[in-house]
């Protein structure tokens, strides 16, 4: 009986999660509870879903980090993702900028920094070099307290 | 009379062995809970944002080249918290100097001269005193640099009734970037930090 009850519950989950197109726009995001209810996500469902998805430890997913250097020669980072859960997701990032022999450079700014993110939702994280001399960067995650 | 005063050390020795032990902080990883006041973690958050602002904002890009000159002028505390302000200021012109595109000064600032040697030594100059240095090692006159930027700013706090047993303290680091010689404001950021926590817990 419990076996068919998780069985049943990964099924509305992954149909529930493949179904999940956003708005007819991609860019724009429909939260649960704000755009209209479907089969699967619904009042009676959300609450499974929120549960499944935390069982099965749905979280952040980093889709790609752009860099560029702006006008005044500083590079300028972008990390996009999507939190693939139910729940908001709350993390501490930090960004360390290293120059073109993989030296770190010492700044003030390389410190845990705050990041929330909407269940289902895209996020970007963007960060600046402090020097100009920065050549590319590593990204530090963790559980938020 | 004996059984007393073991009875006496072993509540003593029981009692010294609950306080908490002294720990240094782990700076760079603090796991530690927050607290309503203000500590060192907000300032860090707080400086960041702004350094990144003002880097990204390309307001400390001289035309023409060369560096901009700057000052710190008046930055208020206007918390009920006893706070040095450079605890924000120090990150902030630190990074700024470091950027490569920043000199600040030590002749002038919101709180006087940053270093008061600068009109020490001229004081010097002028006094009797002088006739005991070399001349040329003193300091001639119209040799400082006046700023050409100054950064301003203020730090806010609110303290919001969330309910009977909690408490919501609101900061807010609001900084001004102004151009001296036109007055115009060239860069501005505002960052806010909130908490919300038992009303006894003490934010002051």
Same mark, same amino acid.
């Given at each position: 009986m419990k076996q068919s009850a998780v069985y049943a519950m990964m099924m509305i989950a992954v149909l529930a999660g493949g179904c999940?197109?956003?708005?007819?726009?991609?860019?724009v995001n429909i939260a649960s509870g704000v755009g209209s209810d479907t089969l699967l996500n619904n009042i009676i469902l959300r609450p499974v879903l929120k549960a499944f998805s935390a069982l099965i430890g749905e979280g952040i997913e980093v889709k790609k980090a752009d860099l560029r250097t702006n006008d005044e020669g500083f590079l300028e980072l972008q990390v996009s993702g999507y939190n693939r859960s139910y729940n908001i997701r709350r993390f501490d990032y930090n960004v360390e900028w290293v120059d073109k022999d993989g030296l770190v450079i010492p700044t003030k700014t390389g410190v845990w920094q705050k990041m929330s993110v909407q269940p289902k939702s895209n996020f970007a994280i963007l960060s600046v070099a402090?020097?100009?001399?920065?050549?590319d960067f590593r990204m530090n995650t963790r559980k938020s307290n | 009379m004996k059984m007393k005063w073991i009875a006496a050390g072993l509540i003593l020795a029981a009692l010294t062995g609950c306080q908490p032990a002294t720990r240094n902080i782990d700076i760079i990883n603090d796991e530690g809970k927050p607290v309503m006041a203000l500590d060192y973690r907000d300032f860090d958050q707080a400086a960041t944002a702004m350094i990144e602002s003002l880097i990204r904002s390309?307001?400390?890009?001289k035309p023409g080249g060369g560096r901009y000159v700057v000052t710190t002028g008046r930055i208020i505390n206007d918390t009920m918290q006893r706070i040095d302000t450079d605890q924000l200021m120090a990150k902030i012109e630190q990074e700024m100097m470091n950027s490569g595109q920043v000199v600040m000064t030590s002749a002038v600032g919101g709180k006087g001269a940053t270093d008061v040697m600068v009109n020490e030594m001229r004081d010097l100059r002028d006094?009797?005193? +002088?006739?005991?240095?070399k001349t040329e090692t003193l300091p001639a006159q119209k040799q400082l640099i006046t700023p050409e930027l100054s950064m301003a700013g203020k730090i806010l706090q609110r303290n919001i009734r969330y309910d009977n047993k909690t408490e919501q303290v609101e900061y807010y680091f609001q900084l001004q970037l102004t151009d001296? +010689?036109?007055?115009?404001?060239f860069w501005q950021e505002e960052k806010i930090l909130g908490k919300r926590g038992s009303r006894k817990a003490v934010s002051w």
């Open positions: 999940g197109k956003p708005s007819e726009d991609e860019r402090p020097r100009k001399d920065a050549a | 390309g307001s400390l890009n006094s009797d005193q +002088a006739d005991e240095f001296l +010689a036109s007055g115009l404001r």
